[in-house]
């Protein structure tokens, strides 16, 4: 993998503002217990109750999506940050060409085993920040809905039922997301001029936010 340049020192202030970095933490740290507890929890069934991983799986999807609400309430409310259209560039045909050219710009370079340079409004890197933001709002709205609505029991059917199939098949994609996504950070931090470390600062003071 060819070096750009190595990561400079801790800036002044992160790009971010410390709402987007606080919720995105939060975020972070939900969904990575989430998923570690459901490879051991016992899901309750049959009239049994769950065991206590699955009650803390229970309570933490509860944060989670308090969390993600918050998310949009700061992606919403913010006044620096990635514009919505490069986020969910779906339904504009110039955003989506956009897209499409900056696939095969890192596609190109990919192919000369380097990584492309840090660009902090790269129309792909926004596109699957966005394509994230969905994911987790998907998985933590349906397993919300099963909370309140599905008594607790794996089996139950109806719509508390269809949202437990549609949690549950979300999974899969959830971890190829948060494997994926960390570790394009860490390779960018040690082979471009991305700063991992900007986006977990508490500094106050944000210089210019030009990404999620």
Do not use: C
Not at 115 to 140: F, K, N, Q, R
Not at 166 to 176: K, P, S, V
């Amino acid at each position: 993998m060819s070096v750009s340049s190595p990561s400079p020192a801790m800036p002044e202030a992160s790009r971010h503002s410390l709402p987007t970095r606080l919720v995105h933490a939060g975020l972070a740290v939900a969904v990575v217990i989430q998923l570690v507890v459901s490879l051991v929890m016992k899901p309750a069934e049959d009239g049994h109750a769950g065991n206590l991983w699955y009650e803390i799986h229970e309570y933490g999807g509860l944060a989670a999506f308090a969390l993600i609400v918050l998310f949009w309430l700061v992606l919403t409310a913010r006044k620096r940050g990635t514009p919505a259209g490069l986020l969910f560039p779906w339904f504009s045909g110039a955003r989506r060409a956009a897209l499409w050219s900056d696939i095969k710009r890192h596609a190109a370079t990919l192919r000369q085993l380097r990584l492309p340079p840090h660009d902090d409004a790269s129309p792909l890197a926004s596109a699957v920040h966005g394509l994230g933001i969905l994911l987790i709002t998907a998985m933590a709205g349906t397993g919300t809905v099963f909370y309140f609505f599905g008594g607790g029991d794996a089996h139950t059917g109806g719509l508390p039922g269809v949202m437990l199939q549609i949690h549950e098949a979300l999974a899969n994609l959830a971890w190829a997301y948060l494997i994926g996504h960390a570790s394009l950070a860490v390779l960018q931090h040690l082979f471009t001029d991305f700063n991992l470390r900007e986006m977990w600062s508490l500094r106050t003071a944000p210089q210019k936010e030009t990404r999620k």
